[in-house]
């Protein structure tokens, strides 16, 4: 497993990066990261909060009450729109990293599916994936 890891936005402003390996991997299937994401699900890696810095750039966020009842604060590049990470109200400790933002995203291994009451007929999910009707820790 890989236990740091760097990352950033599609046109370079924002750049950030983790000193820990994630604590968990997951796909979200909540309306809000589906709107977030303009797909399916949002592919997520929750690291430790004190291990990952912005290195540069200033993010921009934007908060949505999730379908969890947490606010969320949803962290992108005010350039080119990328999603990059998220901050939970009732999980300060943690911040989900999109999985799509790291610079090598192919050691990502979602470990599980959540909201899965809301994913869509087309979404399709991996058969062997715990699946979690709403949200998971
Ligand atoms: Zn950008
Ligand atoms: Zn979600």
Same mark, same amino acid.
């Given at each position: 497993m890989v236990t740091s890891f760097t990352g950033g936005c599609a046109c370079g402003a924002i750049r950030y990066e983790c000193s820990a390996a994630p604590i968990f991997a997951l796909n979200c299937h909540c309306r809000d990261c589906q709107r977030a994401t303009g797909t399916a699900y949002a592919s997520v890696l929750r690291v430790p909060a004190k291990a990952f810095r912005v290195t540069k750039g200033e993010?921009?966020?934007y908060t949505v009450t999730a379908? +969890? @009842?947490n606010t969320v604060s949803r962290g992108f590049c005010?350039?080119?729109g990328s999603p990059l990470f998220s901050q939970? +109200? @009732?999980m300060a400790d943690v911040i989900g990293v999109r999985a799509g933002s790291l610079d090598d995203p192919s050691w990502h291994r979602p470990a599980a599916d959540i909201f899965t009451k809301s994913?869509?007929?087309?979404d399709y999910m991996n058969p062997e994936l715990p699946k979690y009707p709403g949200y998971r820790r």
């Open positions: 993010p921009r966020f379908d +969890s @009842g005010p350039e080119c939970l +109200s @009732g994913a869509q007929p087309w």
